[in-house]
């Protein structure tokens, strides 16, 4: 007589309170499910390369919109910009850099009047604290200079990793590549670089992006993903990629 098999009964896994608390618990902001193309059609390093020629054809050298006058006032601009958007923190800093663009001249200026400057960007309190610190820092561990490696950046109050990409990309010229809401969302969408968080994104565009885009990639993704991938209308009937980008979405 054959011998019966039984397959073992799948293992229920128990949902406690803290793995569903743990689930609940992930960032709002990171809705890759609705960017990741279903598209699995990887990229060519040759349709890569004719995305970035494209973008350098349309926009040969492309600028960061946050105004600054030095590297100094160039991370206090990025530490303001969290959260906000670069058009009201120029407003605020064009006055600001004019009597502080130096970590000493920061200092002597102080917390509480350089609020008064800033109070028009959202979490000001706290960014004046931060800028405080970090010019005090500067002064004392840096010899006042903004200083050029990411550890050193990060470690500075109210910079974090893309803070640190932002200056080191736009002061010092290193192939970093920054990633804020539109790059997320661009590198996402095309299926350049998919993930789940912005060090995913991160990591994937400066895996498969030619050196020679390297320097000023970061803008080209930022500019498109803020005037043409639109978040809720992407222009794709004007989009300089549109034949090449794997979004299933796209209206072209
Ligand atoms: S085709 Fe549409 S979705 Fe794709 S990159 Fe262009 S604007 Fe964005």
């Excluded at 407003?91 to 109070?119: N, S």
Aim: glycine share 6%.
């Amino acid at each position: 007589m054959a011998k019966i098999i039984r397959k073992p009964a799948p293992r229920k896994v128990a949902v406690t309170k803290k793995t569903a608390k743990t689930a609940a618990a992930k960032p709002k902001a990171v809705k890759t499910k609705a960017l990741k193309p279903k598209s699995t059609k990887p990229w060519t390093p040759a349709e890569i390369h004719e995305v970035f020629s494209r973008f350098r054809k349309a926009n040969p050298e492309p600028r960061g919109e946050l105004e600054h006058v030095n590297p100094f006032t160039l991370l206090v601009a990025v530490v303001l910009s969290a959260q906000a958007t670069d058009a009201g923190v120029n407003k605020a800093t064009r006055a600001l850099f004019e009597v502080a663009d130096t970590p000493q001249k920061m200092l002597d200026l102080g917390e509480e009047r350089l609020r008064e400057y800033i109070k028009t960007i959202g979490l000001y309190r706290t960014k004046a604290r931060n800028v405080i610190g970090l010019s005090a820092k500067l002064l004392s561990e840096f010899g006042g200079e903004v200083p050029r490696t990411r550890a050193e950046i990060e470690s500075l109050p109210g910079a974090g990793r893309k803070t640190a990409n932002v200056v080191l990309n736009m002061a010092f010229g290193e192939h970093t590549m920054a990633v804020d809401t539109h790059v997320f969302r661009v590198g996402n969408r095309t299926g350049l670089a998919p993930g789940k968080t912005p060090l995913e994104v991160e990591l994937g565009l400066e895996k498969v992006i030619p050196s020679e885009f390297m320097l000023h990639a970061h803008h080209w993704l930022i500019l498109h993903g803020r005037y043409t991938c639109l978040a809720r209308k992407p222009r794709c009937e004007v989009c300089l990629i549109n034949d090449l980008c794997r979004w299933p979405e796209k209206t072209v």
